[in-house]
Structures are given as C-alpha cells and as structure tokens.
C-alpha cells in the first residue's frame, strides 16, 4: 500500500510558513508609503527617493544564492529562522535611522530587511510547492501568495495611519520657515517611522521563535542525504543555463518585479500630480484600494486556473495590463489613475504562475532555480529607478511606459509558455 506523507502534514508549520507571505508584504508595502514620506522629509528628487526600492531590492540580490544555499546545507526550516531573524534586525535600524536623520541610514536597515526576505522568499515559494500533490503546484502557490497581499494592505494602511503625517507644506512654505522650524519638521516626519517598525520587528522575532520550537516534517528539516543525483550549486548553474524556458522566466520575473514595484511606487505621486489638490493620506487610499484589487484577483485567478492553463490566463492578464498603462500614459488625470489601480487585479497571479511554471520538470536543479528567481526581484532596483530617471526628465505620466514594455514581456513569456510540453509537476516536488 502505498505511503502519502504528504496527507500527515502537521498544520502548524503550514500555517507558520502561510503567514509569512503576509509577513513580507507588510514590508514589501510599507515602501510605497516610504517613499513619498522620505522624499518628503528629505526634500529628494523621484530619482533619489526610488532608491528606497533599489536599496531593498539589491537585498534580494545579493542574498539570495547565498539563501539557496542555506537551504541545500541546513533545510527549509533553519533557512526560515535565519530570514526572520535577519528581518527582525533590519526593522530595529530604523530607530537609530531616525534618530540620526540620514537618508543612507534608512536605506542600510532596508537592504538588511530585505536580505532577511531573501532567505524567507527562497525557502517559502517552494516549500509550497512541495506540499501537497504537485500537478497543484501552481494553484497551491497562488493560493498561498493570495495571504500577501493581505500583508500588502496591511502595510499601506499602518503607513498611511501611523508614517504620513498629512502635513505637507508647499515650497513657499518651507522657504519661510526658520532653520529650527525646518529642523523641527524633518525630525518629526523622520521619527515618524520608529514605532511601526519597533512593533514589526516584535512580530517577526516572536514568529522567528514559533518556527524554531515547532517541529517541522522531514523535507522541511535536515537537508536530504547525499545522492548519485545530488549536485552542488556551482554544477546546478551551469547545466541551469542551458534550460532557456527557465531563463526566460528569470527575465520576465526582472521585468514583472519591476513592473509592480514601479507602479505601486508611484502611485502616490501619479494621484498627486494628476488630480490637483489630492493630498498624501488620500493618495494612499487609491494605494490600498489597488491592493485590494490585487488581492481579489489572485483568488479569482485561482478560481479561474481550474478550467484555463495558468499561463494562458496570465497571457491575457498580461495584455489587458498593457492597454491600462497606455490609458494611464496617454490619458492621465482621474481616469489614468483609476487604470493605474485596476493594473493590481491583472498582476494578481503573475509572479507565482511564472515561478511555478518556470520551476516546471527542473528536478535537482530546483533549488538553485529558486534562487535565482528570487534574485530576478532585482528588477524592482533597476526599473523603480529608470521610472524616477524618466519622471525627473518628463513627467510621471510618461514614467509609466516602463511598465508597459515589462508587461508586453511577461506577455511574451506567457505565450511562450504555452507552447512548451506540459507534463504534470512531480518533478517540481524533487526540491
């Protein structure tokens, strides 16, 4: 008879690891309130205020190969530890950054929240994976991504509530304001950040606690046991560049990344300089409201994933983004803002499906592709800052063709998806 170790999953590691995804996109979108509050507080250009994005994303960067790592030396479980810990450090920086009211200091405790995420996103997305049946690899990941964008929601509104001040003084204003006035301002608005980070920082080294007394089952632990079919990383890398659907995966990864980050960057700033008079708290409104866009559509498109492949149905999500990016370009005003928002729903299932799917049949070669697909979160870095770049040169409204090319090439991806063989996923379970 045989064996189905998969059904005797405790659910107390389940839930831990679930809550994680919520736990990074509180972080993830407390920097879409950030940025705008920092460019504030320290009177930046869009350029130097998206350096908050390139700054967290060169985290993911650089840690995670390293992450991957950890996993095939140590486990899934251990690997978590060291994320949530790493997280939990970089969430206390931002007491002494504020105090020291240095914009490079911010951007330290940033790089070190996200190297923690580095090693959770690494470990977490394919743990998922291997969780169940995986011909359900896909929806099982989507379903669990559905608990980010909670913590996305999340995110904004403590931003919203407890960082943005409301306070927004107009350039004629700050010109005369006296030296102590103008330092009694950038204090405030600097400080401002100190406890909702003092208190995240609570909850993840609470949660780093959790997850090292609960007792997680066997694939989760102790990394396998050496096999004629094991490789090293360095091995693993090489025969990875030759798979050319996974590196096209990694590509559409940088480019979506980008995508999202960009627009959920700027938002504020789009709804500030296309609807004259809206003030910052309001902004962070279309914010949230285009979260909970997001995070409707990945249910429906996991719903929808039972009766269309999830990558044909990420193809025609794809273009529709497209077509709301143009109308925000080429439109503006309160509608462009309106198409900007609804580009969350479209987005919704984009990074799981094209992690799930570039993960497809890569067997031992599955954790050192993980990594590097978490490394492809670069693309929120790199493409953040050419829309600041763009916007300081023009205008906003132009800064959002930069999304629409990254959409035409996860679009692209999609279509070339399709057209690869599909078999069911046990080979994604050889994690």
């Known amino acids: 008879m045989p064996a189905e170790p998969k059904s005797s999953t405790p659910l107390a590691p389940l839930i831990l690891i679930v809550t994680l995804f919520f736990l990074w996109g509180v972080a993830n979108n407390l920097n879409d309130v950030l940025m705008p509050h920092l460019r504030k507080a320290f009177f930046l250009t869009d350029l130097q205020s998206s350096l908050v994005q390139s700054a967290f994303y060169l985290g993911y960067f650089f840690l995670a190969l390293p992450a991957g790592w950890a996993i095939q030396r140590w486990g899934y479980q251990r690997t978590v530890l060291i994320g949530l810990l790493v997280f939990g450090v970089g969430a206390l920086m931002f007491y002494p950054a504020a105090e020291f009211r240095e914009y ?57 509530e407890f960082i943005l001040s409301g306070v927004e003084p107009t350039q004629q204003e700050l010109a005369a304001m006296s030296a102590a006035q103008l330092e009694a301002f950038q204090i405030t608005e600097a400080q401002s950040v100190q406890m909702p980070y003092l208190v995240i920082a609570g909850v993840v080294l609470t949660w780093a606690v959790l997850v090292a007394m609960t007792k997680f089952p066997p694939q989760a632990q102790a990394p396998e046991p050496a096999s004629r079919d094991s490789l090293t990383m360095r091995e693993a890398i090489s025969q990875l560049r030759g798979k050319r659907h996974f590196l096209f995966g990694v590509a559409a990864q940088f480019f979506y990344v980008g995508a999202q980050v960009g627009i959920w960057s700027f938002m504020i700033r789009y709804a500030q300089a296309q609807v004259p008079g809206m003030g910052e708290k309001s902004a962070a409104a279309y914010l949230t409201w285009s979260l909970v866009a997001f995070m409707v559509g990945r249910f429906v498109g996991t719903a929808l994933m039972i009766r269309f492949t999830p990558t044909r149905l990420m193809g025609g999500f794809a273009l529709a983004n497209v077509v709301l990016t143009l109308t925000a370009v080429f439109v503006g005003g309160p509608l462009g803002l309106y198409a900007l928002a609804a580009s969350s729903f479209f987005m919704s299932i984009m990074f799981p499906t094209i992690f799930a799917s570039s993960l497809r049949e890569l067997g031992p070669l599955t954790k050192a592709a993980s990594s590097f697909l978490v490394m492809s979160i670069i693309g929120g870095a790199v493409l953040t800052a050419l829309m600041g770049a763009v916007s300081d040169a023009g205008s906003i409204r132009f800064a959002m063709l930069v999304p629409t090319v990254c959409f035409l090439v996860v679009g692209s991806f999609a279509w070339n998806a399709g057209r690869v063989p599909t078999h069911d996923l046990k080979a994604v379970a050889a994690l």
């Open 104 to 160: 490079a200091w911010f951007l330290a405790a940033l790089f070190v929240v996200a190297s923690g995420l580095a090693f959770l996103e690494t470990s977490a997305n394919p743990l998922m994976t291997v969780l169940g049946d995986p011909a359900r690899a896909e929806q099982r990941l989507n379903l669990a991504q559905a608990f980010n964008p909670l913590g996305a929601i999340s995110g904004v509104l403590i931003g919203r």
